[in-house]
């Protein structure tokens, strides 16, 4: 069973910074798309960014120049450095990790982390 591990949410100063880190356990594949989506309070989840195995990224209009997204393929590991923190960016923010196995996408969340942005 696939698990992806959280760790590095809190509460942060407006303009501060923080370094989210997850990573995907449990098979000996590697992960094609791994990803981080976020779920501000009373709202729906979306797209924070996204990064390939072949390095390409995808990330959401609001956090561009702001954070940016990296990955370890050989440990199914991805971060997520978040610069420049605005309230706005408060939300639990979840882990994604996709395979692509034998023509097939298998989709794994984590449990999420949560992100305060306040003075």
């Known amino acids: 069973q696939v698990q992806l591990v959280e760790s590095g949410g809190g509460l942060v100063q407006p303009g501060g910074s923080l370094r989210l880190s997850c990573a995907a356990s449990g098979n000996s594949f590697s992960t094609n798309i791994m990803g981080w989506y976020r779920q501000p309070p009373g709202k729906e989840r979306e797209l924070v960014a996204i990064i390939k195995s072949g390095g390409s990224t995808n990330y959401a209009d609001s956090v561009k120049g702001r954070f940016t997204i990296s990955r370890d393929n050989a440990k199914n590991t991805v971060w997520l450095q978040m610069n420049s923190l605005k309230p706005e960016d408060t939300a639990v923010y979840y882990c994604?990790?996709?395979?692509?196995?034998?023509?097939?996408?298998?989709?794994?969340w984590g449990k999420g982390t949560l992100v305060t942005v306040s003075s």
């Open positions: 994604y990790a996709n395979y692509r196995l034998w023509g097939a996408d298998y989709n794994y």
